[in-house]
């Protein structure tokens, strides 16, 4: 399970649409829940190809310097499933401003592959783009792709409102 959402993370980040294949099923579906103004997502997504050009490509035609933490000690595993928080960092393209986000992720999966996901954004914040340099050295300090609460609420304290 966390070798596909760490393929997921890979592709996403890193613009590499080629893996979403290795991770979603055909017909997996996307579910996002999106409790705030300042980013926008498809609430319902059908496809591995339209999941693939939503998170990965669209995404990446607007955001760069993105870094997805996944909250280690967050991890709840029942039956096929699995939930954990998550962390989300990244630049607009435009060079106007830094998202910093935090929500919770959904897995479902089946036959070795993720058969649903579903993005819950609870809070996306809006910082300086002149912070650029000083919050990404603070994201790229952290382990990556997954981390303990306690790194990431002693590590960003003071940028975020959220503690794990």
Known sequence: MKNLIEMYIKAKDCNKPVLMKKVFN???????????????????????????????????????????????????????TLTCHWLVT???????????????????????????????????NILEISRLDEIMEEVNSLSYPWCKKEEVNLKLEGLIKHKF
Do not use: H, R
């Open 26 to 80: 055909n017909n997996a579906v996307l579910q996002m829940i999106v409790k705030s103004d300042n980013i926008s997502f498809p609430s319902n997504v059908q496809g591995e190809e339209n999941i693939t050009n939503t998170l990965v490509k669209d995404f990446s035609n607007k955001f760069e310097n993105v870094y997805t933490i996944c909250i280690e000690d967050s991890i709840k595993i029942e039956n096929n």
């Open 90 to 124: 990244m630049s607009d393209k435009a060079n106007t401003e830094i998202k910093m986000g935090y929500g919770e992720y959904i897995w479902t999966f089946k036959e070795d592959k993720v058969s649903s996901l579903v993005i819950q954004i609870d809070e996306m």
